[in-house]
């Protein structure tokens, strides 16, 4: 019986900032930045670009990816700050997230080095292109609620929390597929496919999709197939993902940030009419058998399967909202307390319409009080938590907790 979780495509090492509102707001009048020029959207050639669009994203509390132009501009910004090096890459994350629930993974990597070797989870079984060590380090910017960074001529506070990834990474732009990835399918009870994102030639994308489709092609029939979307830095070249792997995805994810993008419009996470449209024509856009979209309020899978993924909601909210109140420290004896935390009253108000007015099924998130919240990875912990419930992984993980999961996602109905 297939058993394993393949995880890819790619891992990063991230560079994540300690955040200090004194540090932005000193390095904004060093180099003179006003409020009328903050945008998200301005090319990433240097320091000054980078505080900009950070700043920019803070206003409105946002969150996103964004290339630049070099590592060194990554290295430099790094340096004003307090740093912990960690690992990134939804796979990786992901990995981690069922790590400490005693569900160990197959990593695809495109990328290795001793800060991957030695912060990578023992349980974790490694497929990996790379043919020798690099390190081009991603940036994670994670801001809080309520900070206040001063420019030369105004301030700006955040509405909201969220977190920002800055990366110029060679080996994950050009995300070379691993010649025995076919081989690791050929178990898989599920396979996570993340990371296409980050590519920006055309060409080598269809090329590796060519690969990658090859490589899945030793799938069991049965075997699950979750794709995340992101924060995909040209977004034409993710009609090409879809166009070539929308036909074998089973499950297709995405948070508020990639919702409004396709949209192109917001989209007010608590209002029941408006969330229902949003789904719908999303949904239109990406016709997944189950379309999947995770917020601070609400996760709700979408589609003629929807239902058959409600232990899955359940399981990722859960883990994501322990991971959000305690970050990597989390154990699965924190996921049982996580569950006696109380539901968020909007989000339940938006699942229910959700629910009586399309093909879906949601869970309302939790209410979660904590002075350091972790907004980094947690939507790749979301999907570790999702993938916790497949049948596989729930036997290692214990069939009691996967009970668990099942009264709280009827509870919460």
């Not at 009870?189 to 990371?195: D, P, T, Y």
Request: with cysteine; proline share 4%; glycine share 8%.
């Amino acid at each position: 019986m297939a058993e394993d979780l393949v995880l890819g495509l790619g891992g990063t090492v991230d560079y994540e900032i300690r955040w200090d509102a004194a540090v932005l707001s000193a390095l904004a009048r060093e180099h003179g930045i006003h409020l009328g020029e903050l945008t998200t959207t301005t090319p990433i050639i240097d320091e000054r670009a980078l505080v900009v669009t950070v700043l920019a994203f803070l206003a409105t509390g946002g969150g996103g990816e964004r290339f630049v132009l070099s590592s060194e501009i990554v290295e430099r910004f790094a340096s004003h700050f307090a740093v912990e090096v960690t690992l990134g890459g939804t796979g990786v994350r992901a990995g981690i997230a069922l790590d400490r629930i005693g569900v160990p993974t197959v990593q695809h990597l495109v990328s290795i080095d001793d800060n991957v070797r030695r912060l990578l989870p023992a349980s974790m079984r490694v497929v990996s292109s790379a043919t020798h060590d690099t390190l081009d380090p991603h940036l994670i910017v994670q801001y809080p609620e309520g900070t206040t960074v001063h420019l030369t001529d105004a301030a700006v506070t955040a509405p909201a929390s969220n977190r920002l990834i800055f990366a110029n990474d060679a080996p994950n732009r050009e995300m070379a597929i691993a010649d025995d990835l076919g081989d690791a399918l050929a178990h898989a009870a599920a396979f996570l496919v993340s990371g296409f994102n980050t590519m920006q030639d055309a060409a080598l994308l269809e090329r590796r999709l060519v690969d990658l489709e090859a490589a899945m092609r030793r799938l069991p029939a049965d075997a699950l197939v979750y794709y995340e979307d992101a924060g995909f830095y040209q977004r034409e070249l993710s009609m090409r993902v879809r166009a070539r792997l929308l036909d074998r995805i089973d499950v297709y994810g995405m948070n508020e940030d990639e919702l409004q993008e396709y949209l192109s419009r917001p989209v007010d996470l608590l209002s029941p009419d408006d969330v229902v449209v949003a789904l719908a024509e999303v949904h239109g856009l990406i016709p997944a058998p189950a379309l999947v979209v995770h917020t601070k309020y609400w996760a709700i899978a979408v589609g003629p399967t929807a239902v058959r993924h409600r232990v899955g909601l359940e399981s990722a909210v859960r883990t994501a909202a322990a991971r959000y109140r305690l970050g990597d420290a989390c154990t699965a004896a924190d996921l049982d307390d996580t569950a006696r935390l109380p539901r968020h009253g909007g989000g339940a108000a938006v699942v229910a319409a959700a629910e009586s007015r399309l093909s879906a099924a949601g869970v309302p998130a939790y209410v979660v009080d904590t002075a350091h919240p972790t907004t980094i990875g947690l939507g790749d912990t979301f999907v570790g938590g999702f993938l916790a419930a497949v049948p596989a992984a729930a036997r290692i993980a214990t069939a009691a907790a996967l009970e668990r999961a099942l009264d709280a996602a009827s509870t919460a109905r």
